[in-house]
């Protein structure tokens, strides 16, 4: 996943698909063999046309969901970097997919927001330093 900061980090570009009652940090799959950090890169470039971005290791979070049946764990690397160009609409859709909408949020506001996984403000929050995140999540 990317944190995607502003030029002067008062905002962070999150993502909500139109069936989803929450927000997320932009990000996709790792193809097999690719490395995460250029799987990061290609996903932001084929979802928002940002060329360019460098990225740096910021945390990993891991997700554990358990329900009835399975439980399931989700590691997800995340990178940040700085979209140093002007922000010309807050809100617009993904270049990829019809489905996927784009919001630019002022950092302050973060708690006004649903995010998911919910732990991930405290990522964005403190974004200088390496972060481990544990979730649980029972269904």
Known sequence: SALIFNKDKTKILLFY????????????KVHQLEKSEDAIKREIIEELGFNDLQF????????????????????TLTYKCIYED????????????????????????LDNYKIHPSNIKDMIKNNNDINHLVEIVNK
């Open 17 to 28: 698909g139109n069936d989803m009652d929450y927000y997320m940090l932009p990000r996709g």
């Open 86 to 109: 002007e922000i010309k609409k807050e809100t617009f859709k993904s270049i990829e997919s019809d489905w996927i909408n784009f919001k630019w949020v002022d950092i302050n506001q």
């Open 56 to 75: 740096d290791l910021v945390g990993i979070s891991e997700e554990i969901v358990k329900d009835k049946e399975n439980d399931i764990q989700q590691i």
